[in-house]
């Protein structure tokens, strides 16, 4: 379906509608009950309507696509206000060269292991324009990405520019070995404009702000993968720690978030993945409580902190097109969250580095379909979840019966540009 059907400069138009009904409004039902303020379940129906127009032509790359989604004007994480149900999935231009690529515009990105959202990079925030350079060979290649977060106001009513930038050096050598470093920085301030220094990818974010005198909130992390019959793969990143335990200010706990997984085929129609996760209860929050990696108070990595998770999931593929996924996830979310105020020094020695005040638990059993054809898609997932500590009670319980249903129309249409 999206091998282009001609050479040379082209269009290509895709149309897509669809229908569908849900237990929640939010993307993920495993945010039911987390956040501030909570997520809360309903049961709602939605209607979207999409088109996309692509022009290419020699290196470059041209996208734009606008949806209608009334699923948005119920997300508590959608920060539309005035036509709240319309936004662009995708919006870019692209160059494309043998040894680089630039880009501007709107696409997910998933910095991260595959299926998995990445702990600073991901395709959590609606919407986010940003700026992209890659450069190198297929075995090698150094990436900048650079954003502007939304403007928000300090204490006095000021607006305070905020920006995110990462580095990620990311390499695959003959054998089964992928790797990649990588660093981040969210810098804000009242009429602070993005520093040059902090954009050179040859150098480090965090020894550019000593030498330069002046901050940002620094992440630095790795990921690996190891592929095999059965791959291993990981990512982890450090936001905060402290050497030394001298003052008060040294008692701070420490930051991170890191996963875990393993995936691999079982048979020629059953594939296997398996991971865990755990991100810390401070990760992402910062003594400026501004300089956090937040777009409209959606993570650009995680939407959540203080919380683990262990999930494993089959996907059989039972006829042509038609696949479907058992799951079944254990989910611990402390009472952390990033949109929080960081805590102040003398509360850091009752401030848990993980699972602060009492812990929810929800044991997540679902099972998904998916039946892709050319023209028409059927999703479908449902489950039940069995929660303990309720809303962060003691000893309270529930049940929530979770489910989803969806129908979408495709057409499209390619041509040659004259």
Known sequence: EFKPEVHGPRYRVDLNGGLAAATYTVRDPLELGRGVPPRQPGNHAFAN??????????????????????????????FGTSDNATRFAEGYVSGQ??????????????????GIQGVL???????????????????????????????????????????????????????????????????????????????????LGLLRSSSTGTNANHFVGADFERQAGLTVFGQFMLDD?????????????????FTVGVKGRLTE???????????????????????????????TGRNFDDYDQATARLTLLTQPGLLLQPEVTLLRQGQGDPRLPHPLVPDYPTTATIFQGVVERTLRLALGANWQHPRWGLVANGGVHLIHNAAHVTGAGDTRWVGSLGFELRLHGERSLP
């Open 241 to 257: 720690i402290q050497v030394s335990r001298k003052v008060a200010a040294d008692l701070k706990p420490t930051s991170y978030a």
């Open 49 to 78: 309507i999409g088109g996309q127009v692509l022009f290419a032509f020699g290196p470059f790359v041209g996208v734009s696509h606008p949806t209608i989604d009334t699923r948005l004007q119920l997300d508590p994480d959608w």
């Open 97 to 114: 060269w043998r040894f680089g690529e630039l880009f501007f515009g709107i696409l997910d990105r998933n910095w991260g292991p595959s």
């Open 269 to 299: 129609t059953a594939t296997l993945a398996a991971f865990y996760t755990q991100v810390a209860n401070l990760t992402y929050r910062n003594e400026d409580n501004l300089q956090v990696p937040l777009y409209h108070s959606l993570g």
């Open 121 to 203: 990079l991901s395709d959590n925030p609606y919407s986010l324009d940003h700026l992209a350079l890659t450069v190198g060979t297929q075995r090698i290649k150094l990436q900048v990405y650079v954003t502007q977060l939304d403007t928000r106001t300090d204490s006095t009513g000021a607006p305070v520019n905020r920006y995110m930038v990462q580095h990620r050096l990311w390499i695959r050598p003959e054998g089964r070995w992928t790797v990649a470093l990588w660093e981040g920085s969210v810098l804000s301030g009242v009429g602070r404009q993005l520093e040059l220094w902090y954009l050179n990818a040859a150098t």
